[in-house]
């Protein structure tokens, strides 16, 4: 089982709608929990990060993170055309050695 | 604005010539990284230095090699391109304040191997 899971997309879906990204993961070590949004050709842009369980809401940008079940999401309301990129989750420990631990990215189509 | 530059943004290089990708950084950050990253791929961790500490991932090939001459500057050679090191190219950073810090990426060098 790899460490970090996320569903490669692409995922299509019209604009206004809410958007559900999410990942699973197996290491119970990890605190950290981070997305990046990634436009084509461009490096990785940090979204938010949350820490250990809980959510947290910038813009029309939620995170949650549920460590019982090592699940987390990324929630887009209000879905603009300008949202289309790949979004990566990401996660680590708290330690300052700990690497940060990728997933492959989800593809987001934003339709017009 | 306080940032993180990789030049050149595009590289062409032949099977088996040298290359040097350079990264750069005005955020002051004390640890720089290398990644790399293949088409529908995660970034795959290649070094990091805290300061010059250089660190070495396990499975990081030979043929790739990093040097860091100043806090601003990190630069990664190729000695050897093979077609299997196309990929981008990304260089982050982060402050180094003894635990967990957010790393900042720069916007990618891709490097085409013909």
């Known amino acids: 089982q790899k460490e970090v899971e996320q569903d490669p997309g692409p995922l299509s879906v019209p604009e206004g709608a809410i958007v559900s990204l999410n990942c699973t993961y197996s290491?119970?070590?990890?605190?950290?929990f981070m997305w990046y949004r990634q436009y084509s050709r461009k490096g990785p842009e940090l979204l938010m990060y949350t820490y250990s369980s809980g959510n947290k809401e910038d813009g029309r940008f939620t995170a949650q993170v549920d460590k019982s079940s090592k699940y987390i999401s990324l929630f887009i309301r209000d879905s603009q055309p300008s949202d289309s990129a790949t979004y990566l989750c990401a996660m680590s420990g708290s330690s300052r050695d700990d690497k940060i631990i990728f997933g492959k990215g989800t593809r987001l189509h934003i339709l017009p | 604005d306080a940032m993180v530059i990789q030049n050149p943004r595009y590289q062409v290089t032949q099977f088996g010539k040298p290359v040097t990708l350079s990264c750069s950084q005005t955020l002051n950050h004390n640890v720089m990284y290398w990644y790399q990253q293949k088409s529908s791929q995660a970034p795959k961790l290649l070094f990091h230095?805290?300061?010059?500490?250089?660190?070495n991932e396990a499975d990081t090939p030979d043929n790739f090699q990093s040097r860091r001459p100043n806090t601003s500057f990190c630069f990664l050679d190729i000695r050897s391109p093979g077609l299997g090191d196309a990929a981008m190219y990304l260089c982050?950073?982060?402050?180094?304040?003894?635990?967990?810090?957010?790393?900042?990426f720069g916007p990618g060098t891709r490097l085409l191997v013909l």
């Open positions: 230095y805290y300061d010059k500490d250089f660190n």
């Open positions: 290491n119970s070590a990890f605190q950290y």
């Open positions: 982050a950073t982060s402050r180094d304040d003894g635990g967990w810090e957010t790393q900042y």
